[in-house]
């Protein structure tokens, strides 16, 4: 399981943007062409984010519909793989979207003076 490598990097960057405050909610965006499965994350973030200033964070994951180019008439083509075939013929397709993992958002309690 991969996402577990990748959750603990997420963790890590963010509890060292965080600089020891406890963070409430983090945005991911994860590109479906990207092969990280939003639900194997959100398993590995409960696990990874205890005890640690995430511990109780919400998860939030929008996902990031794939889309692709094409290099010859640059049409765009809405994918469900890495590949595909244009309306033109052409197979040449640059991906533009859809390959994602992004922390889009952390959101870290202000405290009150
Ligand atoms: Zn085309």
Do not use: W, Y
């Amino acid at each position: 399981m991969h996402e577990l490598g990748i959750t603990q990097n997420i963790v890590a960057i963010v509890a060292e943007h965080a600089k020891g405050k406890k963070v409430q909610r983090v945005l991911l965006e994860i590109g479906q062409l990207s092969a990280i499965l939003p639900d194997a994350v959100r398993f590995c973030f409960d696990i990874c984010t205890q005890n640690t200033v995430l511990a109780g964070a919400t998860l939030e994951i929008k996902e990031i519909p794939g889309l692709g180019r094409c290099c010859q008439c640059s049409a765009e083509i809405p994918l469900d793989q890495p590949f595909g075939i244009c309306k033109c013929g052409s197979t040449r397709l640059d991906l533009i979207a859809g390959e994602e993992l992004k922390i889009k958002e952390i959101e870290i309690e202000e405290l009150c003076v």
